[in-house]
């Protein structure tokens, strides 16, 4: 069974780093791309990067600068570390996996979401 | 960025109504649009997948379809568990971009 669960801090002071970790099972990440989706609570949602199979990594350009995804493959997990946490980012952040079929990629799970609120 | 423009934002309906609701993109996507379910206090559900194609395990009464900048979802008998939020989202491109969502809620 497939399954994705992200875990994290929950409050993080304004300027800080933001550090989350979603742990996967039933499937390798040497075969599926993980990717990091965030929502405000207004419900807008934000994909933000994405971890491929082979470890290369793509990001969103409104983060690149601040924004850093990696992986631990002996664990199945992988990492979101954000610096510079402002009142903006707080939401709940999801990872989800992708697979690939009629010549495209779409996120076919998705674990339950963790909430963070950056505040003071 | 492409912009995936969701319309209508909310529907007030009816169990067994035929559901439309319909999902611009800004640019040319091709047929890179995918269409989630999200209900309240839940994560997102994948049901269609570029933009026709129905994931493993999603009801028939969901269909999707489209290409280029425009795109339709429909359910044709609704249902109460249906009533959610509706996102579309383009891969065409990164960044991967989302429209606002339309949710669904009963007249």
């Known amino acids: 069974q497939v399954q994705l669960k992200e875990s994290g801090p929950g409050l993080v002071q304004p300027s800080e780093t933001l550090s989350l970790t979603c742990t996967v099972s039933?499937?390798?990440?040497?075969?599926?791309?993980v990717h990091w989706v965030r929502q405000h609570s207004g419900k807008s949602l934000e994909w933000m990067g994405r971890?491929?199979?082979?470890?290369?990594?793509s990001y969103n350009s409104a983060f690149t600068s601040r924004l850093s995804i990696s992986r631990d493959t002996s664990k199945s997990q992988v990492f979101l570390k954000m610096n510079s946490l402002q009142t903006e980012d707080t939401g709940t952040y999801y990872c989800?996996?992708?697979?690939?079929?009629?010549?495209?990629?779409?996120?076919?799970?998705w674990g339950q979401g963790t909430s963070v609120t950056v505040s003071s | 960025d492409i912009v995936m423009t969701q319309s209508p934002t909310s529907m007030s309906i009816s169990v067994g109504d035929r559901v439309t609701m319909n999902c611009k993109a800004s640019?040319?996507?091709?047929?890179?649009v995918d269409w989630y379910q999200q209900k309240t206090g839940q994560s997102l559900k994948l049901l269609i997948y570029?933009?026709?194609n129905r994931y493993t395990g999603a009801p028939d009464r969901f269909t999707g379809s489209g290409s280029g900048t425009d795109f339709t979802f429909t359910i044709s008998n609704m249902q109460a568990e249906d009533l959610a939020v509706y996102y579309c989202?383009?891969?065409?491109?990164?960044?991967?971009?989302f429209g606002g969502g339309t949710k669904l809620e009963l007249k």
């Open positions: 971890m491929w199979s082979d470890g290369h990594t």
């Open positions: 640019q040319n996507v091709g047929s890179n």
């Open positions: 989800a996996r992708s697979f690939y079929r009629s010549d495209g990629y779409a996120m076919d799970a």
């Open positions: 039933g499937f390798s990440l040497t075969s599926y791309s």
């Open positions: 570029k933009p026709s």
């Open positions: 989202m383009q891969s065409k491109s990164y960044p991967w971009t």
